[in-house]
């Protein structure tokens, strides 16, 4: 499922950006511009997507080291 929402995200993007039949046509370098648009943006949204599906983790990570720490008995301190 996150395959084909890469795949279509990545089509928009190359339509949004100026990429299609029309674009292939145009200058070198609009060309290339737009192509580090579309990664630029899909970069963002891939970072993105990540935190969203590691979110849960690192939730649980923290919760974790609360319930570790709070069973800890305090030590000590001698100056």
């Known amino acids: 499922m996150l395959e084909l929402f890469f795949l279509v995200g990545f089509v928009v993007?190359?339509?949004?950006?100026?990429?299609?039949?029309?674009?292939?046509?145009?200058?070198?370098?609009?060309?290339?511009a737009a192509l580090l648009v579309?990664?630029?943006?899909?970069?963002?949204?891939?970072?993105?997507?990540?935190?969203?599906?590691?979110?849960?983790?690192?939730?649980?990570a923290v919760v974790g080291v609360w319930i570790y720490r709070s069973m800890q008995k305090p030590s000590i301190r001698r100056y």
Do not use: D, E
């Open 13 to 32: 993007m190359l339509m949004v950006t100026g990429i299609s039949l029309l674009g292939v046509f145009a200058a070198l370098l609009g060309v290339f």
């Open 38 to 60: 579309a990664a630029a943006f899909m970069l963002i949204g891939g970072l993105f997507a990540m935190v969203i599906k590691l979110l849960p983790w690192l939730i649980l």
